[in-house]
């Protein structure tokens, strides 16, 4: 068989044994790549679906690629997707899911591998040397104990790895010969490229809640707890480098799509409109949240990203990191910042410790804010009520941002008591109220608000809540950030309200086709069948496209795009659609349309997983202060804009903050959403019939076996 | 800018100078498109012109409604307060008020740097 866009096989690492196995993807071919195959090698592999913290040892972990990966495809060729059962989430760590970029999964497919499954825990630190074929366990104690830029230093050293990439070939020379090479072989066996490494820092190693996985200077897999499930398994990190490459099915093709999306729906170069209104076709931007530290930078990407959303400086610190890490800690660094070139400095510093430490900056964002509010009410401090001998008066220097991420990644003071999860810890202080007042923004699960509220943002929050984790979308929410920017500086808008709706509905297919009131957010509409139709389409789309062929987040889907005279994107399109480029590596024949079913299938395989795992209707709730409190206006932005319709049912923009949700509705809308999805609407179960019409009667018969499949509505 | 404020006091300077109680904080947030918003909040003055400098990658978010009644109230500079709320009303669009009110803070953080240096 003929593989286009994949390798081929799939490593399985039993870690109890020191043993690696390589098994044929071709069984997996159909859930496409990144999640949809690590879920089906999960549901294989994992001998108790029913553990709900990510550090249990039957626990399995996945790294997958997408047949894109490795190739042109625009911003889609170097993600990478881990899934598992997480750690620290409330009341239960679900199957979840993360993703990260950069050259690590570019390089297994190069090395010859469409993913890793992780099984089993060494019963000591080990660390993973994958060179093409061969796959060597090392004992990690030396590289125990060393931050995650380090122990990549180390595994280079380690690996006899020289500088520089022009005239210094990497040898493989560890690799076994087969006698009848022939020289073109042997040539492929040399290559100018660095081992890419994925590793875990300290908070990995301590088993700490949201501890991440990191790769290169800045690229993490930080939701999920997975560097905690590393560090249960005593696996420090997987170092790969392969000299192979990736048969696409049809070149041509590819190279047109991808010319098309440069020529048609980017930017143009020439005459660049710097206030385009599109997702793929922006020009390349630095995510970084706060101001630049210099402009001596040059653009750092994942390998085939047409972005670039990060930077290498001159200045020797902040390389890599890009979006939250940047400023999570940003409202405390300017109380104390003389200036913005300080609280620059400040703030990527601090980016670079969490990086180092390997934990998830993400959960800082509110975290901190409540662990501030309990140290100013007098409760949280040296000698209180709960005790913390960090510094909290000089909280925003980065002497203080260094000891209270030592203090989480290490579990030592405050980080002890948070070791199982921030919502573990409020319970265990007696805090519960803060869930109530919203003292504590754990919004779902345990885990973070994104600063896209559940009570203005509906997608996102209903997408998180009858998922998994915070979604991390960003499908439909640049509606929000376009037009509130727009609003901001008084600008005319570039797409209307009525035009903006209706362009996005075009692309909804097949749930939401031409159906433009699914993105109607006002309060008559927003526990509707047509927002639980929009939620499906994200949910669906996003399991295939971004989290199994592994398009960017940042980048895709495209709805509109101003760049192109009838301002219809390139999601869906059948010049430079998603399924175009799909369908170009893979020698597939599949419509937009099939994709999103291949989605539905995934995510029906996740629910099962989240069944098993112990999920029903009744804890699916969000935290109680988005049902009791307002979302307060002007609280972190003036004005939260959304696509509405007035009582004569005309479009406009209007503003959603200012409300809350309604937990009887929000019951009902649920039960709408499992009707569509096909599952039981009084448990949240999937059904038989649902699950054989996507050829899943063996998992309706585990579900069964359990005494948790769904009843067919009768 | 002409601004039509006096010199403060040596005592209002300090006020000018010193942070609020947390209690007395005042919220704000930071836009990047297209990514989204990051909570926080404002402590005092010289924090707030940070927090409102111009630059082009996010955009400040604040109440500029609710600002001066927290300078009047929690700072205790009603004659800032005054005008800010005067540029608020005569603004243009949401921005260019952010960009007013940081000069005039700047302006008046100024002031009572100098009347501060002075008094020593
Ligand atoms: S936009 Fe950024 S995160 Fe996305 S693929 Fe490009 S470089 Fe990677």
């Keep these: ?22 098994i044929d993807t071709a069984p997996y071919r159909r859930w496409g ?19 709900t913290d990510g550090r249990h040892p039957a626990n399995v972990c996945c790294v997958m690629t997408s047949p894109l990966c490795g190739t042109i495809v ?90 520089g990439t022009q005239a210094h070939w990497q040898n493989l020379d560890a690799l076994p010969l087969a006698d009848d090479r022939g020289y073109a072989e042997q040539q492929s066996d040399r290559t100018t ?16 809640p949201h501890a991440a996985l990191i790769h290169d200077a800045g ?133 670079d410790i969490v990086q180092k430490y390997g934990l998830n900056s993400f959960v800082l964002q509110p975290g901190l804010h409540w ?81 896209y509220d559940p009570r203005a943002e509906l997608e996102w929050g209903y997408g998180s809540l009858m998922g998994d984790r ?34 996005h509905a075009k692309k909804l297919s097949p749930y939401a086709k031409d159906r433009p009131e699914v993105l109607d957010y006002s309060d008559a509409n927003m526990y509707s069948e047509a927002v639980a139709q929009l939620v499906r389409w994200q949910q669906h789309y996003c399991r295939f496209y971004k989290n199994s062929a592994l398009f960017c987040d940042l980048k895709w889907p495209d709805f509109v795009n101003t760049n192109v005279s009838n301002f219809e994107g390139a999601t869906g399109s059948l010049d430079a659609g998603e399924q175009v480029f799909w369908n170009a590596v893979t020698g597939d024949a599949i419509s937009f349309e099939e994709g999103i079913e291949i989605g539905r299938r995934i995510w029906n395989l996740d629910n099962a997983i989240w069944v098993l795992q112990g999920r029903h209707r009744d804890m ?23 696509t509405c319709r007035d009582d004569n049912g005309n479009w406009r923009y209007q503003d959603l903050m200012g409300r809350s949700l309604d937990r009887e509705k929000v019951e009902e809308w649920k039960s709408i959403f499992y009707q569509l999805e096909g599952w039981d609407s009084k448990t949240g179960w999937p059904t038989r019939t649902t699950l054989e019409q996507m050829e899943m009667g063996y998992v309706a018969d585990t579900l069964e076996a359990a005494g948790k499949l769904g009843e067919d509505a009768s | 800018m002409i601004y039509g404020f006096a010199l403060p006091s040596e005592a209002l300077s300090r006020k000018i100078l010193t942070p609020v109680a947390f209690k007395e904080r005042f919220p704000a947030g930071r836009l990047k498109p297209p990514v989204g918003i990051i909570g926080g909040d404002i402590r005092s003055l010289v924090e707030l012109h940070l927090f409102l400098e111009p630059d082009e990658a996010t955009l400040p978010g604040i109440d500029l409604q609710t600002l001066p009644n927290w300078i009047a109230q929690s700072i205790g500079d009603p004659e800032l307060a005054e005008s800010i709320r005067a540029v608020v009303s005569a603004r243009n669009n949401y921005v260019e008020g952010c960009q007013k009110v940081y000069e005039l803070v700047g302006h008046r953080l100024n002031q009572a740097r100098m009347v501060l240096k002075e008094a020593t």
């Design chain 1, 74 to 163: 625009p911003s889609a060729g170097g993600r990478c997707e881990v899934v598992g059962v997480g750690v620290g989430q409330y009341p239960v760590s679900w199957f979840t899911r993360s993703n990260f970029g950069g050259r690590f999964s570019t390089m297994l497919k190069y090395a010859g591998w469409d993913g890793i499954v992780i099984e089993g825990t060494a019963d000591e630190p080990v660390w993973i040397d994958i060179r093409n074929d061969q796959v060597l366990f090392h004992t990690a104690d030396d590289l125990w104990g060393k931050d995650t830029w380090a122990t990549q230093q180390e595994i280079r050293k380690l690996l006899h790895i020289k500088r």
């Design chain 1, 1 to 22: 068989m003929t593989y286009h866009g994949y390798a081929g096989k799939i490593l399985r690492l039993d870690m109890t044994n020191r043993k690696a196995v390589a």
């Design chain 1, 470 to 503: 915070d979604t991390n979308t960003h499908c439909f929410n640049y509606i929000f950030t376009n037009v509130s920017a727009a609003f901001a500086f008084g600008k005319p808008l570039r797409i209307g309200a009525e035009q903006m709706v209706t362009l």
């Design chain 1, 620 to 642: 699916v709730h969000f935290a109680p202060y988005i049902y009791k409190t307002i979302y307060k206006k002007g609280e972190i932005f003036p004005f939260f804009m959304w």
């Design chain 1, 371 to 451: 662990l501030e509010h309990l140290y100013e009410e007098g409760i949280l401090g040296p000698g209180r009520q709960i005790p913390s001998e960090l510094p909290w008066q000089s909280i925003g220097t980065l002497d203080f941002a260094e000891k209270l991420i030592h203090a989480l990644s290490t579990k030592t003071d405050i980080g002890a008591d948070l070791a199982e999860g921030w919502v573990q810890a409020a319970l265990k202080w007696g805090r519960e109220e803060d869930l109530h007042t919203g003292a504590l923004q754990f919004s779902y699960w345990g885990v973070p608000e994104h600063g």
């Design chain 1, 193 to 208: 490229q660095k081992p890419a490494i994925l590793c875990i820092g300290p908070a990995g190693e301590y088993q700490t």
């Design chain 1, 33 to 51: 790549g990144g999640h949809g195959m690590g879920s089906a090698l999960f549901w294989d592999f994992c001998t108790d679906k029913t553990i």
């Design chain 1, 219 to 351: 690229n993490g897999a930080g939701q999920g707890g997975f560097g905690a499930v590393w560090g249960s398994k005593n696996l420090k990190a997987i170092s790969v480098i392969g000299t192979g490459g990736i048969k696409v099915h049809d070149p041509k093709t590819l190279l047109r799509a991808r010319m098309i999306t440069k020529e048609k729906y980017v930017v143009n170069w020439q005459t660049p409109d710097f206030h385009a209104w599109t997702r793929v076709g922006n020009l390349p931007k630095p995510l970084i949240q706060t101001a630049m530290p210099t402009d001596e930078r040059r653009p750092q990407a994942c390998q085939g990203c047409i972005n670039g959303c990060r930077s290498r400086y001159n200045i020797g610190y902040g390389n890599e990191s890009a979006c939250q890490e940047t400023f999570w800690y940003g409202p405390y660094v300017r109380k104390i910042a003389k200036n913005s070139a300080e609280d620059t400095e400040i703030n990527l510093k601090s980016a």
